[in-house]
T-cell receptor, first 118, second 113 residues
Framework: DAGVIQSPRHEVTEMGQEVTLRCKPI?????LFWYRQTMMRGLELLIY??????IDDSGMPEDRFSAKMPNASFSTLKIQPSEPRDSAVYFC??????WGTGNTGELFFGEGSRLTVL | AQSVTQLDSHVSVSEGTPVLLRCNYS??????LFWYVQHPNKGLQLLLK??????LVKGINGFEAEFKKSETSFHLTKPSAHMSDAAEYFC???????????FGKGTSLLVTP
């Protein structure tokens, strides 16, 4: 069974350009998370969706960042315009969560998208 | 707010010797705690999780962790290190609002021959 699939694996772009990162969660999972990993700040939650609805986007750094989940099998994280400080590894993760049950489902991570903004 | 503190940023052990990676948590209620492992250039993989059942939790690859409420700790151990255990390890607590996870800063485990 395929895991969480992210693309591209590596992206090098110039400051000011638009960047779009893509994620396909595991089929049947109803929650999707975007994390950013840097040496300085570690792993930070950017946003998470439940049943395609954004539940918590308080971690999104600023208006340059936006995320969408148009359907259960696809999500995007967009940065426009990109800046050098956005350079990081961006991880997508998915899980099966059931509200109200205290279900502590495991998060399954993709292999990440390494973004370098010059 | 729920948070975890990993007490060591780097740990070095010899192959065949025990591993101890330390984690303290802060939570106003009984937390859900996890350990994840990240090998170089890979995503994160769940090692084990504590969800208020048994306080001693066994995970994959011979790892285990013990939840100690009195010490607010959730240390990760393994009796005998393998070279393949070299990786970054994250202690994680689940937020009480929603299902997102808060990650510790990570501990880099080096295993020497």
């Amino acid at each position: 069974d395929a895991g969480v699939i992210q693309s591209p694996r590596h992206e090098v772009t110039e400051m000011g350009q638009e960047v779009t990162l893509r994620c396909k969660p595991i089929s049947g999972h109803n929650s999707l998370f975007w994390y950013r990993q840097t040496m300085m700040r570690g792993l930070e939650l950017l946003i998470y969706f439940n049943n395609n609805v954004p539940i918590d986007d308080s971690g999104m750094p600023e208006d340059r960042f936006s995320a969408k989940m148009p359907n259960a099998s696809f999500s995007t994280l967009k940065i426009q315009p990109s800046e050098p400080r956005d350079s990081a590894v961006y991880f997508c993760a998915s899980s099966l969560e059931v509200w109200g049950t205290g279900n502590t489902g495991e998060l399954f991570f993709g292999e990440g998208s390494r973004l370098t903004v010059l | 707010a729920q948070s975890v503190t990993q007490l060591d940023s780097h740990v070095s052990v010899s192959e065949g010797t025990p591993v101890l990676l330390r984690c303290n948590y802060s939570s106003s209620y009984s937390p859900s705690l996890f350990w994840y492992v990240q090998h170089p250039n890979k995503g994160l993989q769940l090692l084990l999780k504590y969800t208020s059942a048994a306080t001693l939790v066994k995970g994959i690859n011979g790892f285990e962790a013990e939840f100690k409420k009195s010490e607010t700790s959730f240390h990760l151990t393994k009796p005998s290190a393998h070279m393949s255990d070299a990786a970054e390890y994250f202690c994680v607590v689940r937020r009480n609002s929603g299902y997102a996870l808060n990650f510790g800063k990570g501990t880099s485990l080096l295993v020497t021959p």
